[in-house]
């Protein structure tokens, strides 16, 4: 529906988040550049690893925090970043990550210590944490009829599964060409643009609430996702029997707990328990954080596979990834058409198996494989199931929630895809390296080390398989039903309508 019948048909006021006679693929175009800077940083580091332990002389633990260190506070402010989009305007805590995000980025690529480098990252986390919400409540805060927001929620999921496979591809093409640095210095001319954006085209979004933020329950929150993925990056590296990894991990229990008992007796939750009763959002959540697990996981075990088993350069790990990032957008493409006709349900069940199909496939992996029939159709086939499940699973978890609370449902659409992507790596590297190290009793280096690869990627593929059999819960038919019902709303939507 264009732009001029919605407002031909409602009474409403040009949405708040966008500034008057701009048209909605402004947002749209802001919200997918600011989450392919997110999710890109998520992964493009990875196969820039060993250039950045070479060039700085890092240690194995300072290495390990290049990633886990970004993941960590990107995961641990999500929830931060998207209440405060609520209270305070969107605008605000948007261009506080458009400054945030590419200043850091420029810090870490210039750093020549390795702990100016682990800082810079962390504090990119930050920023990062102030962008991901924000850049999906700014689309569902400015779209009132039901099949653009649909349409431009397509557009950003699949931005989303995009970015995290562009990853490796461009980090291997620019550690290759440049240096490691530039997988940093890459993030600096997006950042402008997009605070420059915020300036001209947004404005404040803030309207008639006054409430405080729920500092208390944020510092529970964000503490105990940060003691949480702390606690399981050192049962990766030291054990799970480490004295790290159980007060972290004892810590994250009590501080979650803690969290709970806020959001229950505060006047102004960070989270509401309210928007957690509807099923849908709840499964939502559970299906989003398997993607972010399977993500996450798959690209970091695949570029370790082809470095250091197959001998790839960063260069050629790079391009091995290219066929599946567009594998990623003609899914995005195939679950937008169907969307209408099958619903999201039966798009997440058919995705789940899929993906679940194309994981175990790599789970065969051999010491010395054939690309195309060990490592490009298995993930064409497991790219492919999770691409078209991005777009469902979003639509899922943003149908039916009040406007108000658009911050607080894609902060935690976002954290439980960063905090399944951090969860889920530490507890796969931990297996993979249990496999490991047992198999080296009997076996060579390499043969054990893929064993142990092997072993993790069917632990995956399995968590695939529970995730689309668990979207069977889901209501069948929802995206069909709602296409029924494009007329525009104000505080409430066509699905909570019906």
Request: hydrophobic share 55%; with cysteine.
């Given at each position: 529906?264009?732009?001029?019948?919605?407002?031909?048909?409602?009474?409403?006021l040009?949405?708040?988040?966008?500034?008057?006679?701009?048209?909605?693929?402004?947002?749209?175009?802001?919200?997918?550049?600011?989450?392919?800077m997110?999710?890109?940083?998520?992964?493009?580091?990875?196969?820039?690893?060993?250039?950045?332990?070479?060039?700085?002389?890092?240690?194995?633990?300072?290495?390990?925090?290049?990633?886990?260190?970004?993941?960590?506070?990107?995961g641990?402010?999500?929830?931060?970043?998207?209440?405060?989009?609520?209270?305070?305007?969107?605008k605000?805590?948007?261009?506080?990550?458009?400054?945030?995000?590419p200043?850091?980025?420029?810090?870490?690529?210039?750093?020549?210590?390795?702990?100016?480098?682990?800082?810079?990252?962390?504090?990119?986390?930050?920023?990062?944490?102030?962008?991901?919400?924000t850049?999906?409540?700014?689309?569902?805060?400015?779209?009132?009829?039901?099949?653009?927001r649909?349409?431009?929620l397509?557009?950003?999921?699949?931005?989303?599964?995009?970015?995290?496979?562009?990853?490796?591809?461009?980090?291997?093409?620019?550690?290759?060409?440049?240096?490691?640095?530039?997988?940093?210095?890459?993030?600096?001319?997006?950042?402008?643009?997009?605070?420059?954006?915020?300036?001209?085209?947004?404005r404040?979004?803030?309207?008639?609430?006054?409430?405080?933020?729920?500092?208390p329950?944020?510092?529970?929150?964000?503490?105990?996702?940060?003691?949480?993925?702390?606690?399981?990056?050192?049962?990766?590296?030291?054990?799970?029997?480490?004295?790290?990894?159980?007060?972290?991990?004892?810590?994250?229990?009590?501080?979650?707990?803690?969290f709970?008992?806020v959001?229950?007796?505060?006047?102004?939750?960070?989270?509401?328990?309210?928007?957690?009763?509807?099923?849908?959002?709840?499964?939502?959540?559970?299906?989003?954080f398997?993607?972010?697990?399977?993500?996450?996981?798959?690209?970091?075990?695949?570029?370790?596979?082809?470095?250091?088993?197959?001998?790839?350069?960063?260069?050629?790990?790079?391009?091995?990834?290219?066929p599946?990032?567009?594998?990623?957008?003609?899914?995005?493409?195939?679950?937008?058409?169907?969307?209408?006709?099958?619903?999201?349900?039966?798009?997440?069940?058919?995705?789940?198996?899929?993906?679940?199909?194309?994981?175990?496939?790599?789970?065969?992996?051999?010491?010395?494989?054939?690309?195309?029939?060990?490592?490009?159709?298995?993930?064409?086939?497991?790219?492919?199931?999770?691409?078209?499940?991005?777009?469902?699973?979003?639509?899922?978890?943003?149908?039916?929630?009040d406007?108000?609370?658009?911050?607080?449902?894609?902060?935690?659409?976002?954290?439980?895809?960063?905090?399944?992507?951090?969860?889920?790596?530490?507890?796969?590297?931990?297996?993979?390296?249990?496999?490991?190290?047992?198999?080296?009793?009997?076996?060579?280096?390499?043969?054990?080390?893929?064993?142990?690869?092997r072993?993790?990627?069917?632990?995956n593929?399995?968590?695939?398989?529970i995730?689309?059999?668990?979207?069977?819960?889901?209501?069948?038919?929802?995206?069909?039903?709602?296409?029924?019902?494009?007329?525009?709303?104000?505080?409430?939507?066509?699905?909570?309508?019906?």
């Amino acid at each position: 529906m264009s732009e001029a019948r919605v407002a031909a048909t409602s009474p409403v006021l040009p949405p708040p988040v966008l500034r008057p006679n701009l048209p909605l693929g402004v947002v749209v175009a802001m919200s997918c550049l600011a989450l392919f800077m997110v999710v890109l940083d998520s992964t493009i580091v990875t196969v820039a690893l060993p250039d950045m332990r070479a060039g700085l002389g890092m240690s194995t633990d300072q290495q390990q925090w290049v990633v886990s260190g970004y993941l960590l506070t990107l995961g641990g402010f999500l929830l931060l970043a998207a209440r405060a989009g609520d209270l305070f305007g969107h605008k605000r805590v948007y261009l506080f990550g458009a400054v945030v995000f590419p200043v850091a980025s420029l810090i870490g690529g210039l750093a020549t210590d390795p702990i100016v480098l682990i800082v810079a990252r962390i504090v990119q986390g930050a920023g990062a944490a102030a962008l991901a919400p924000t850049s999906l409540s700014l689309i569902t805060a400015s779209h009132t009829d039901e099949r653009e927001r649909e349409h431009a929620l397509s557009l950003w999921s699949m931005m989303g599964g995009v970015a995290g496979l562009a990853g490796v591809v461009l980090g291997g093409v620019l550690t290759a060409e440049l240096s490691w640095r530039w997988v940093l210095f890459v993030n600096v001319p997006p950042g402008v643009v997009l605070f420059v954006a915020g300036v001209m085209f947004l404005r404040s979004s803030v309207g008639t609430q006054r409430t405080q933020l729920d500092l208390p329950g944020a510092l529970c929150v964000t503490l105990g996702i940060g003691a949480l993925t702390y606690g399981l990056s050192e049962a990766s590296a030291q054990g799970w029997d480490s004295p790290n990894t159980v007060v972290s991990l004892v810590a994250a229990v009590i501080l979650g707990a803690a969290f709970l008992w806020v959001e229950a007796r505060g006047s102004h939750p960070l989270i509401p328990l309210d928007l957690l009763r509807p099923r849908t959002l709840r499964i939502a959540n559970l299906l989003m954080f398997c993607l972010g697990v399977t993500l996450t996981a798959l690209l970091f075990f695949l570029s370790l596979y082809c470095q250091q088993v197959l001998g790839y350069s960063a260069l050629r790990t790079g391009m091995a990834m290219l066929p599946v990032t567009v594998v990623f957008i003609i899914g995005g493409i195939t679950a937008r058409q169907l969307m209408p006709v099958v619903g999201p349900r039966n798009l997440l069940v058919a995705g789940g198996l899929l993906a679940a199909a194309g994981i175990a496939w790599l789970g065969t992996l051999p010491t010395h494989s054939a690309y195309v029939s060990h490592i490009l159709l298995p993930n064409l086939v497991g790219g492919f199931g999770i691409s078209i499940m991005l777009l469902a699973v979003t639509i899922s978890g943003t149908a039916g929630v009040d406007p108000k609370n658009a911050g607080a449902a894609s902060g935690l659409l976002n954290t439980s895809r960063q905090i399944g992507g951090a969860v889920g790596l530490a507890v796969l590297v931990t297996v993979a390296s249990r496999v490991t190290s047992h198999a080296s009793q009997n076996k060579g280096h390499l043969d054990a080390l893929v064993q142990g690869y092997r072993i993790a990627l069917l632990v995956n593929g399995g968590l695939m398989l529970i995730a689309g059999l668990a979207a069977l819960a889901l209501p069948a038919m929802a995206a069909a039903k709602e296409e029924k019902s494009p007329e525009p709303f104000e505080g409430q939507t066509a699905a909570t309508r019906t």
